[in-house]
Every structure is written in C-alpha cells, then in structure tokens.
C-alpha cells in the first residue's frame, strides 16, 4: 500500500473528529437549561436525560481520539513545511493542553449523569459549570494551535492563503469565551453566541477544511502516482521560495 494512504487516513481523522462531535453535542445530548436556570431545573435535565447525555459523552470520547491522531498527522506535515519543528511544537502542545482542559470537563459531565438522583440540585448545577468552564481553560491551548498553524501556511505558502486566514479567525475568537467567566447570560455567556457558538462554530470550520484539503491532497497523489504529499509540500515551500527571491530581484534596482 502506498505510504501517502496512511496520511490520507490520518488527514481525514480531522474529518471524523468534526463529525463525531457535533453528532455528540447537536444531535445525542438533548439541549440543556439555560446556565443562570434554577438549580433544580438542572437536576430534572439530568434525571430525564441521563442516558442521552451518557450517550453523548461517548461519542465525543471518540472524537477526542480523532483528534490526537489528527494533531500528530498535522504535525508531521507542518515539520515538513516549516522545515523546523518550533512552530509545529507549539501547535502540537496548544493542542494537546486544549484537550487535556476539555477532558476535565467532559468528566464533570460524565460524574453529573452518573448517578443524578443522589446528588444535590445545586451540586449537580456545580459540576455542570466546572463542564462550561473548562472551555476557559482551553483557550490558551487551541489558541496556540491554530495561531502556529496559521503561521506556518502563510509564511511558507504550502497551502492555500485562504485557509491561513482561515486559521488566524480561528485563533482571534477562542479568547471571546473568557465572557464566560464574567457573565452566565447574554452574548458572551458560556451558552451564548459570542461565548461558545461563534469560537466552537469556527473551530470546527477550520478543522474540517485544513482536514479536507490534507485529505484531498493525499488521495490525489496516491491515486495518481503523483509525488507524494510530503514531496508536494516540499515542492510548494521551495516554490513559494523561488517566486519571493524573482520578486525581490525584480523589485531591485539594476
């Protein structure tokens, strides 16, 4: 089997990750109270709705598997394109601390359907904040993943600008989920658009789309006997390099 079909199955793991989790949160997980509702209201969601909420959690669980195998992939393209694993470090571990922060949460969530009928309302409420609130404590991770990501594209012209800027997006709104800390209703609340579907909603875009096109890319060159991926984005880089050294030549006066 051509090696570029390993990277075609670990680029489209992003793919999967995408999928998995809006299935989880959007589909599975029934839509929760609203964060300021009484404490008891919270308790009555997880009584009726604890199986699905269970249910949930697993799906997400798996697409959190996705996308440590998504970051390794990715990583290992973006050595190639930088040409120095700096960047891609940063990417890596912004990454891996996002899940780890995101983890947390999902296990305050999981303990609240557990057992929900032997805990107090205001309890349950409780462990459902530490849930929200651990996306706070993400931002500094996927942040630093889609920044350095970003960085990468534009400066060395591997891929599409459009996905770099892409990226940059990704990377200025995360911080908009620091509302959460400061409000539990409006925009910037850990429910509202500002505070979880704009910085969420993004994310996801741009996850899918640099995924797709890594994907795209390897199948291209493993179907076609083209040069592989890692050859492809090596040939980008040094073209992008050739065509900004003809500029500046051109550009200086003779």
Do not use: C
Not at 112 to 129: C, F, H, K, M
Not at 218 to 240: E, F, Q, Y
Request: charged share 10%; no cysteine.
């Amino acid at each position: 089997m051509n090696d570029d079909r390993y990277v075609e199955y670990g680029a489209a793991t992003g793919i999967a990750f995408v999928i998995l989790t809006i299935i989880g949160f959007a589909i599975v997980i029934p839509t929760p109270p609203d964060l300021d509702a009484p404490a008891q209201e919270w308790s009555s969601y997880f009584l009726s709705h604890h199986g699905a909420v269970r249910a949930g959690l697993v799906i997400i669980a798996a697409s959190t598997f996705f996308l440590i195998w998504f970051l390794g992939t990715l990583t290992s393209i973006l050595r190639i394109a930088a040409g120095s694993p700096r960047l891609p470090s940063i990417a890596l571990v912004g990454g891996v601390l996002g899940i780890a922060a995101l983890s947390i949460g999902f296990a305050t969530e999981a303990v609240a359907a557990y057992r929900p009928q032997g805990v107090s309302p205001e309890l349950t409420r409780a462990l459902e904040d530490i849930f929200v609130l651990s996306g706070v404590a993400a931002i500094p991770g996927f942040t630093a993943l889609f920044a350095a990501t970003a960085i990468v594209i534009l400066r060395t012209g591997a891929f599409p600008a459009w996905l770099g800027w892409l990226l940059v997006v990704a990377a200025v709104v995360q911080p908009l989920t620091f509302g959460a800390l400061f409000t539990k209703s409006g925009a910037f609340a850990g429910d509202g658009a500002l505070g979880l579907f704009i910085p969420f909603g993004v994310s996801m875009v741009a996850i899918f789309a640099l995924s797709a096109l890594l994907t795209a890319w390897a199948r291209d060159a493993a179907k076609a006997g083209n040069p592989s991926l890692t050859d492809r984005i090596r040939g980008a880089v040094t073209g992008a390099a050739e065509g900004a050294a003809a500029g500046a030549r051109e550009g200086r006066p003779s």
